[in-house]
């Protein structure tokens, strides 16, 4: 039988329901597709958007990205949204084997 790890289950719990509601707020945006939200890609204060599908969030490249943006951010963005704090030639190289994946 398994080990039930309780604190690591309610982490996740916490770190999903704090994502949702930022997805929740992109996805108000008309220029947002349903299945997509939005983020916002750049080390600098330049930085770029970009609408990527949900079925990212399945893909460990993608939650390690994400990870990076919580250790840099938590979950406040002065963006209004998701920032990942990566340059852009590191996110179309995970977004572009993400596509070949999916």
Not at 83 to 101: A, G
Request: hydrophobic share 35%; with cysteine; net charge neutral.
């Amino acid at each position: 039988m398994g080990i039930i790890r309780l604190p690591s289950i309610i982490s996740s719990v916490k770190q999903f329901h704090k994502l949702h509601s930022v997805l929740m707020r992109n996805q108000i945006s008309n220029d947002v597709p349903k299945g997509h939200f939005a983020v916002y890609v750049g080390e600098t204060d330049n930085k770029k958007r970009y609408v990527v599908p949900i079925a990212y969030l399945n893909q460990t490249s993608f939650q390690e990205l994400l990870q990076k943006a919580e250790e840099e951010f938590g979950f406040q963005h002065s963006m209004g949204g998701l920032t990942i704090p990566c340059n852009e030639d590191t996110f179309f190289h995970v977004t572009s084997r993400l596509n070949n994946c999916l």
